[in-house]
């Protein structure tokens, strides 16, 4: 009976939030969205856009969406919707963690949409990554299938390591001392990794990668290894083009992932003409002359230098909007333009795990 009820409540939940996004359709200028269509039965169906083209073959023979959709920040009652909205924008390439607390909210949308479209799980690029408290080998599988039952799969396409500093084991993501710093465990992040490498044999990972990795670290690693890591995920935008690590990571078959590709707009640096970089004069003039949004002129200069980009949002318009950079290329002398932004400025710290030694931006 308990079973039951939990399955019921559960259903609820989806249909909820389902029809929630559904009625926010018909809602927009009072007529459905020409991408939606909802059929008249007891489970409705919706006829979503086809994926978008762009993939790059990692080195373990799978194909990666090289635009999907960040979930950092995205509050657990945002993030369901922001999903379901991608995956009918065309989005097919999701990237979650378990440290952004919102993998449930996803799975439930994700099996929303499961259940009434035509997509299935192997549609879906689904990435999620291993929190630092869960370094130590014995947790790594642990750690995992947490993600995977709050993701509703069976399987990861990829798995990360999300930083290379290992923190205290236990419950709090970021333990603290009674001076409030940061209690650090010193598991090597090569164990840890031999742990992860038992993933993919297990099938409860296709690829392994690694996140906010530098050259040394990178190379240790790689000396130890059976599994090679299939991506290195890293902020990347163009104050901070990470020119050295990028042909680093290709050198050695790593494709790279850039997270926080537009610069963090609501966490903004200013610079000396105190403009973040998606307001720089530069970006928006080249936008206005192709008529497109400075957003997507950023994502697109991701794409032409090879990497694979995930923007994050929860407005729909953005949303839409993010994915729309097929149609158009910058030119030779615009891609020059925007690596000349470069200062090296990173956005993402993480100051707090500075003592620890294998923090990876001394």
């Known amino acids: 009976m308990f079973a039951k009820t939990v399955k019921s409540l559960v259903n609820f939940r989806e249909l909820k939030a389902l029809n929630n996004y559904i009625y926010n359709v018909y809602q927009r200028k009072n007529k459905v ?14 006829d979503v856009k086809p994926k978008s083209k762009l993939t790059v073959l990692l080195n373990n023979g799978e194909e990666i969406p090289m635009l999907g959709l960040g979930t950092w920040n995205s509050l657990d009652y945002q993030v369901g919707e922001a999903v379901m909205t991608a995956i009918d924008a065309g989005y097919r390439h999701f990237d979650c963690a378990h440290a952004h607390h919102n993998e449930q909210q996803i799975g439930l949308a994700l099996r929303a949409m499961f259940r009434r479209t035509q997509l299935s799980r192997k549609d879906i690029f689904i990435t999620s990554k291993l929190w630092n408290t869960f370094h130590r080998p014995s ?11 709050n993701l509703q799969t069976d399987y990861l396409d990829l798995y990360l390591m999300h ?28 164990d840890t990794w031999m742990a992860m490498e038992k993933l993919v044999e297990d099938g409860l990972c296709k690829a392994i990668g690694l996140s906010n990795f530098n050259e040394t670290q990178i190379e240790r690693l790689l000396k130890n290894a059976s599994i090679y ?65 400075p957003a997507q002129i950023l994502i697109r200069y991701q794409l032409q230098r090879g990497n694979i980009v995930i923007p994050k949002s929860v ?20 891609m020059k333009m925007l690596n000349k932004l470069n200062i090296n400025y990173r956005h993402v710290h993480f100051k707090t795990a500075r003592k620890h030694p294998d923090y990876p931006f001394k």
């Open 315 to 334: 407005t729909k318009a953005h949303i839409r909007s993010n994915i729309l950079v097929n149609d158009f290329e910058l030119t030779e002398e615009a």
């Open 163 to 190: 930083w290379p500093m290992a923190f205290k084991e236990g419950n709090d993501l970021i333990p603290l001392d009674s001076e409030g710093e940061i209690i650090f465990s010193y598991n090597d992040f090569v």
């Open 229 to 293: 890591p299939a991506v290195n995920q890293i902020e990347c935008h163009p104050y901070l083009t990470q020119k050295k690590l990028k042909e680093f990571c290709e050198s050695k078959d790593i494709a790279v992932i850039a997270y926080s590709p537009l610069g963090l707009p609501r966490n903004p640096f200013c610079n000396s003409c105190n403009k973040p970089l998606i307001q720089r004069k530069e970006i928006t003039q080249l936008a206005k002359l192709l008529h497109k949004t």
């Open 139 to 149: 947790l790594v599988r642990l750690a995992c299938e947490t993600s995977l039952k």
């Open 33 to 46: 969205s020409p991408i939606i269509k909802i059929v008249s039965s007891t489970s409705e169906e919706i």
